[in-house]
């Protein structure tokens, strides 16, 4: 079993970012890497309703849990690194690292609109 590079690991993390307007996922998260781990930090100073978006909130009008996206570290980005660090064959790798359509579509939409000038990825 090869243990996963770091842009495996990012590929996998920005995946499963909820995609909005994409300044989640351009600015809220960080990455590194040193001999014996990688460190991965959502960055709430940055972007500050990632625990929003992780915990869910009651929307203030209707009064009901807004859970759209809730848990989306706790739940599908810890249990997809999980299975690639653990289990994944190549297939199904490559099927993780996949960037969802959705996601490529809506990042490309605003590039070419102007409203993106650039992706740049975070490091620490």
Same mark, same amino acid.
Request: proline content about 3%; hydrophobic content about 35%.
């Given at each position: 079993?090869? @243990? #996963? =590079?770091?842009? $495996? @690991?990012?590929?996998?993390?920005?995946?499963?970012?909820?995609? *909005?307007?994409?300044?989640?996922?351009?600015?809220?998260?960080?990455?590194?890497? *040193?001999?014996? /781990?990688?460190?991965?930090?959502? *960055?709430?100073?940055?972007? #500050?309703?990632? #625990?929003?978006? $992780?915990?869910?909130?009651?929307?203030?009008?209707?009064?009901? $849990?807004?859970?759209?996206?809730?848990?989306?570290?706790?739940?599908? =980005?810890?249990?997809?690194?999980?299975?690639?660090?653990?289990?994944?064959?190549?297939?199904? /790798?490559?099927?993780?690292?996949?960037?969802?359509?959705?996601?490529?579509?809506?990042?490309?939409?605003?590039?070419?609109?102007? =409203?993106?000038?650039?992706?740049?990825?975070? /490091?620490?």
């Amino acid at each position: 079993m090869a @243990i #996963p =590079t770091l842009s $495996e @690991i990012r590929l996998t993390v920005l995946n499963y970012i909820p995609y *909005d307007k994409g300044f989640m996922y351009a600015n809220g998260t960080r990455f590194s890497e *040193d001999s014996t /781990k990688y460190v991965i930090i959502y *960055d709430g100073n940055a972007v #500050p309703y990632i #625990p929003y978006q $992780e915990y869910g909130f009651i929307h203030w009008r209707s009064g009901k $849990e807004v859970t759209l996206r809730k848990g989306f570290i706790q739940n599908d =980005t810890v249990n997809a690194l999980s299975f690639l660090i653990n289990q994944a064959s190549g297939k199904q /790798k490559n099927l993780i690292l996949a960037q969802s359509k959705r996601t490529v579509q809506a990042r490309n939409n605003q590039l070419s609109q102007g =409203t993106l000038q650039s992706l740049k990825g975070n /490091k620490l």
